[in-house]
Structure formats: C-alpha cells, structure tokens
C-alpha cells in the first residue's frame, strides 16, 4: 500500500490511541494460563497482539472478540494442549519470545516461528536461560527462528541478563512460573515493567528489588477483568507531529504512563516541549492519564545509556524531530535497534537520505544535526511499522507531497494510524 502525505499546515484536535502493544501481550499470555474468563478492554488492534491471541487460542484458550474488548477462558498452569500445528508469532518478537518462556514448561514439544523479518531476529537471547532451566529449544542456525521447543519440568535460576531487554527478562519471569522454586533475574538497566505488574494483578507473587525481580512458581492464577491503558509509543508520532508543525495543539486521551515507559515525556519536555499531563489514575497497576501538547521551539537532546534503553521504540521518530530541532540528536548506546523489525539504523538514514536529511550512522547510533530542511520524496517502510508511521510523520513537515511504500506495515502496532493522522492534519 502506498499511502500519500500531504504537508500539514497544523495538528489539532483529542486523540484516542489503541491499547499499549506491551501490555496487551502480557495480559493475553497471563489470562490464558490463569483460572476463569478475563475481560481486557482495550485489547490492542495492531497485527503482533492479534498474533498473540491467535497462539493462545492454538494452545487451547477460548478467546472471543467484540467490539472494544476480548474475553479470553484461561486453562489455568497445567491447562494449555498441544497445538495441531507451528504457532505463527507473525511479526511479532514479543509474542516468540515470551510465549517461548511459556512453552518451555509444557508436557510437549511445540514450533514457533513467524515472518521473514522475525526469522531473521536473535533468539539466543532466550534459548540460553530457557535451556539452564531444563528446556530442549532448536533454532534454525541455532539462532533464528523457527524454534522448536521441548517443553520439561523447569527448575528455578537465578539469571543475568546480559543485553538490556524486557522480552527477555518477561521470557523468564514466565518460565519461573511454573518452575517450583523462585526465579530471580538481574537486568543491567531497569527495563519496562509491565510483566511484573501484570503477574501480580492475575496472583503471582513478585519481589522488585531495585534492578532485580524475582517470581515465586506455581502460583494460582486468576481470571481478571482489565483495561488496557493507550500505547506510549504510538502516542509518540503525535507528540513529535505536534512539535513540528506549526500551530499544533492536540490531546491524548488515557495513555499509558508507567515510569518505566514515560522518559521519553521527560525527555521531550527538556528539549523545550510543552507538555501537560493531566487525570493521572491508576488501572491494573498501571498509570494512565491525558496528555497534551503543543508546537514548541526545541533544543537539541543526547540519548545515551540507561535512557536511550528506555526509548528505545521511539528512537525513529525523535530522529525526525532531531533534524527539525535546533541543535540536533545524538543517540548512543543503541545497538539493539540494530536487530529490531528491521536494522533501524539503516532504515532511518536510508529514508533521510531521500529527504535530502543529513545523517552521520554508527554501529551503535547516530548524530542528526539540526535546522534541517525535509524535502518531498518517496519513502519506505522497508517493512517496519514504526519506520512507516515515523516517516509519516516527517512528511508532514516536508516542502511536498510524499509517498510512503509499504505503509501498511503500519497495522503491526496502530492499524488505525492513517484514519487518525488525517483526521487531525490540516
Ligand atoms: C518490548 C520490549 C522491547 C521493545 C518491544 C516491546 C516488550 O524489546 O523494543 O517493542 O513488550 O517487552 P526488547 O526486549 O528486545 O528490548
């Protein structure tokens, strides 16, 4: 699909986003493995969580969908049956790779793969501590998917990760629960916690200790009825379009606000934006609330470390609104984006480069002066959801119309995104 962008004169209006990507994951997996029917509001729309549904359904949970939530009947620890073929995990790394934490302790042996894209993303990551706890797991290459997994009786560990990645740590607090014992794991930096509130709200005990967590096995797990709060990281296309188009002024209704998510509003509001969050409440442990914002004149910002971590799904976007700053984007310490859906190092600067952007590429990052000019061209999603959506946004800041190939690839997180950007363009 090649969809057209038009350059926008401004952004306004209140925007409701779909349920948070990470969160929708987690309470799919955890209400299919707990006792009773879950009621999850807000489920997210985007291609990777249907994904998720769809395996947890192979596995034997009953889910049905209706307009504005899913009911999922969980089969409680011992519950799920062997699929009657491979799971497909789609596009979707989170979905192969907590589910995998799941199947490692099952009493049969189960295949997961997914698309060219997710064949070609690293599992060793997880095949490691899996096979420490006692699993059998095949790779192809003994690295990509397909995995075939042998699930076994897993005893507990105590693992350090050694890249900083929420998937990975989620892969083992799952697998720990159904380990008899307690499963702690160490994380180089603290990375999102939505797999730690979500256990506790379904009945698992978990301990945070600073940057370690650890999860009692066999707990009882119970059937919940939750909301799902908007996606942070689809709230950041509209918060960046916001602060480069000029005469901007737009709401985001009930977003997602966890702290372990929510730098990059701290991070936006020390480059100059002007920000507002409002309504701050609570739901299934997470926090929610409005925020708003509106165009600003904007400094140039560093992302290293322990931050650029915590960005690190928003990093395409604020590479955009790095070049339209004053003093440019430096993003260090990013490695990790060079195994995303696609290597986003590459695709930014490819996609730049059409724009006639400048863009200095290193193997863990990049520098992005500011006070650029973005010129129409014809980009490409290279098959990324979030390339698509980010460049996007940069076409609304550009001196023409431009061209986005591949932008359905959109659908993978936001499949509402067009609809929504139109509706708020001018
Ligand atoms: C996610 C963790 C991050 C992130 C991904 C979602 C999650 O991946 O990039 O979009 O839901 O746990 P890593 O764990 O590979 O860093």
Redesign the pocket.
């Known amino acids: 699909m090649r969809e057209q962008i038009r350059p926008a004169r401004a952004l306004s209006g209140a925007i409701q986003l779909p349920g948070d990507?990470?969160i929708s994951?987690r309470y799919g997996m955890l209400a299919a493995i707990a006792e009773g029917v879950s009621k999850i509001e807000n489920y997210s729309s985007g291609a990777d969580c249907q994904s998720t549904l769809a395996c947890m359904q192979a596995l034997g949970a009953r889910v049905e969908k209706h307009d504005g939530f899913v009911t999922i009947g969980g089969r409680g620890l011992d519950g799920l049956r062997e699929p009657a073929s491979m799971l497909d995990a789609g596009n979707s790394?989170?979905t192969i790779r907590m589910l995998s934490g799941i199947l490692a302790a099952q009493p049969f042996i189960t295949r997961i793969g997914g698309d060219e894209s997710l064949s070609r993303r690293p599992m060793e990551r997880i095949m490691k501590p899996l096979a420490e706890m006692g699993a059998g797991i095949e790779a192809r290459e003994n690295r990509f998917p397909p995995l075939t997994i042998r699930g076994t009786k897993l005893h507990p560990i105590e693992y350090t990760l050694p890249v900083?990645?929420?998937?990975?740590k989620?892969c083992v607090l799952l697998a720990g629960l159904f380990a008899e014992g307690r499963t702690t794991v160490h994380e180089p930096v603290r990375?999102?916690d939505?797999t730690e509130l979500a256990l506790r709200e379904f009945g698992a005990d978990v301990e945070v200790q600073r940057k370690s967590i650890t999860v009692t096995g066999r707990a009882y797990m119970k059937a919940r009825d939750l909301r799902v709060p908007g996606d942070l990281s689809a709230a950041a296309f509209f918060l960046v379009a916001a602060l480069i188009v000029a005469e901007s002024n737009v709401t985001i209704h009930s977003v997602g606000l966890n702290p372990t998510r929510s730098a990059l509003l701290d991070f936006l509001a020390e480059m100059g934006a002007a920000i507002k969050v409002l309504d701050i409440k609570q739901t299934g442990g997470e926090l929610i609330g409005d925020v708003s914002i509106k165009k600003s004149r904007i400094r140039g910002g560093l992302l290293e470390k322990a931050r650029t971590a915590a960005l690190?799904?928003e990093i395409p976007v604020l590479a955009i609104l790095g070049a339209a700053s004053e003093d440019g984007l430096i993003v260090r310490d990013a490695a990790?984006l060079r195994v995303?859906e696609t290597d986003r190092i590459q695709t930014i600067a490819d996609n730049f480069q059409r724009m006639g952007l400048t863009i200095e590429i290193h193997p863990d990052g990049f520098l992005v002066p500011g006070r650029q000019l973005f010129h129409a061209a014809e980009l490409d999603s290279f098959g990324d959801h979030r390339i698509a959506m980010a460049f996007s946004i940069a076409a609304l800041a550009a001196d023409g119309p431009c061209i986005i190939a591949g932008a359905e690839a959109a659908s993978v997180s936001f499949p509402e995104f067009f609809d929504t950007l139109h509706r708020v363009t001018e």
């Open positions: 990507k990470s994951h790394g989170s900083a990645s929420a998937q990975v989620s990375t999102r939505h690190i799904d990790e995303k």
